[in-house]
C-alpha cells in the first residue's frame, strides 16, 4: 500500500527522532557498562521486494545487509531459543534477535527464505491460513500469498512456521468465540500440512484494540505456546509469553538505522504507533 509523500516523509521524521530519543535514553539507562538484565528483540517484516512509499515491504539487499549485520554480530537467534530465554532456561547474548515475517507473502519464499539459510539466520513465518494460494495481484496487491507447497517448504530454510490467525482479522473486535475459532482453525490447517505442531501466533495488527487478556488465554488454551503482539518493546526473561512484543522493520529506511533497531531504538515507538496503526492497515487486510 503506497502512502502519500507527505506522510510518508512525516511518519519518516517521526521515526527518526524517536529512534534518536530510544537510542539516547538506552545509552543512559545501561550507562554503557552492559550491567542492565539482557533484553532480546523480536522483528517484524512483510514482504520483500522494490515497492515504493510501502512501509511493509523491504528490499531484499537491505533485508541482506539486515542478516549480515545479525550474522556478523551473532545476534540470531530461534524461536526455541526466544521462548526458552522467556522461561529461564537458557541465557541469551544481550541485544540477540529474532527475525519474523507476517502474513504469507510470495516473497518470504523467494527472496527473503533464501537469505536467511544463507546466512544461517533462522527466523518465523507467520501465515494467514485462508490466505494460502490466494491472489489478489489484480486488485492491487504487489503479490500473491504462499500455497501450502511453499508453506510446507519453508522449514528446510531455517524457518519455523506460526499462525497469523485464519482470516486477517483483529481478534480483539470480534466475539471471543470467534477469536477462538480463527486460532483453531488455523492451528488445525496448519498442523495437517506441517511436520510438527504449530505453537507460535502472531496478532493480525497486534495492536491494542486488537488483543485482549481473553484472546490471549483463548490462544493458549488453543496450544499456543507464544502469542506475539505488534506493539513495541524488548523481551526479557520472565516476559508474558502470551503477550510478547515486537518491533516492526519498515522499507525505506538508512541501512545505518537498523543496528539502532536492534539495539533497542525503536522500542519507544510504540506511543506514535499507537495514533498510527489505522493508518497502516494493507489492502489486503480484508474485512
Ligand atoms: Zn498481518
Known amino acids: 500500500m503506497s502512502v502519500s509523500w507527505k506522510r510518508w516523509l512525516a511518519k519518516k521524521a517521526a521515526r527518526n527522532a524517536v529512534m534518536a530519543t ?23 517484516y512483510h514482504g520483500f521486494g522494490e515497492a515504493t512509499r510501502d512501509p ?23 524461536l526455541d531459543d526466544v521462548m526458552a530465554f522467556v522461561r529461564g532456561e537458557r541465557l541469551l547474548k544481550d541485544g540477540s534477535v529474532l527475525v519474523t515475517m507476517d502474513d504469507g507473502l510470495l516473497s518470504v519464499a523467494e527472496h527473503a527464505a533464501p537469505l536467511m539459510k544463507r546466512y544461517g539466520v533462522p527466523g518465523v ?4 491460513t485462508a490466505l494460502v494460494g490466494e491472489d ?25 512456521v506460526g499462525s497469523h490467525a485464519h482470516t486477517h482479522r483483529s481478534l ?18 496448519l498442523d495437517q500440512h506441517m511436520d510438527a505442531p504449530v505453537e507460535s501466533f502472531a496478532y493480525p495488527f497486534g495492536m491494542r484494540p486488537d488483543e485482549t487478556p481473553e484472546t490471549a488465554r483463548a490462544l493458549t488454551e488453543t496450544g499456543y505456546t ?25 522499507g525505506g529506511e538508512l ?3 537498523f543496528p539502532l533497531i536492534c539495539q533497542g531504538a525503536m522500542d519507544v515507538w510504540k ?17
Open 136 to 160: 489478489y495481484t489484480a486488485q492491487g496487491n504487489p503479490e500473491r500469498y504462499l500455497t501450502w507447497d511453499e508453506v510446507e517448504a519453508l522449514p528446510a530454510s531455517g524457518l519455523t
Open 255 to 257: 541501512s545505518l538505522t
Open 172 to 189: 480483539g473486535e470480534m466475539p471471543l468465540a470467534e477469536a477462538r475459532e480463527e486460532g483453531e482453525r488455523s492451528k488445525e490447517l
Open 56 to 78: 511493509y515491504y523491504v528490499r531484499p539487499d537491505v533485508f541482506e545487509d539486515h542478516l549480515r549485520y545479525i550474522a556478523e554480530h551473532d545476534l540470531a537467534v530461534s
Open 226 to 250: 507464544s502469542v506475539f503482539i505488534a506493539q513495541h518493546g524488548a523481551i526479557v526473561q520472565g516476559a508474558d509469553p502470551a503477550r510478547l512484543p515486537r518491533i516492526k522493520v519498515e
Open 125 to 128: 513465518a507467520y501465515i494467514t
Open 271 to 287: 506511543v506514535v504507533d499507537d495514533t498510527l496503526w489505522r493508518l497502516q492497515r494493507p489492502p489486503t487486510d480484508q474485512a
Open 22 to 44: 530510544g537510542w539516547a535514553t538506552r545509552n543512559l539507562r545501561s550507562g554503557g557498562n552492559g550491567h542492565s538484565a539482557p533484553e532480546v528483540r523480536v522483528l517484524t
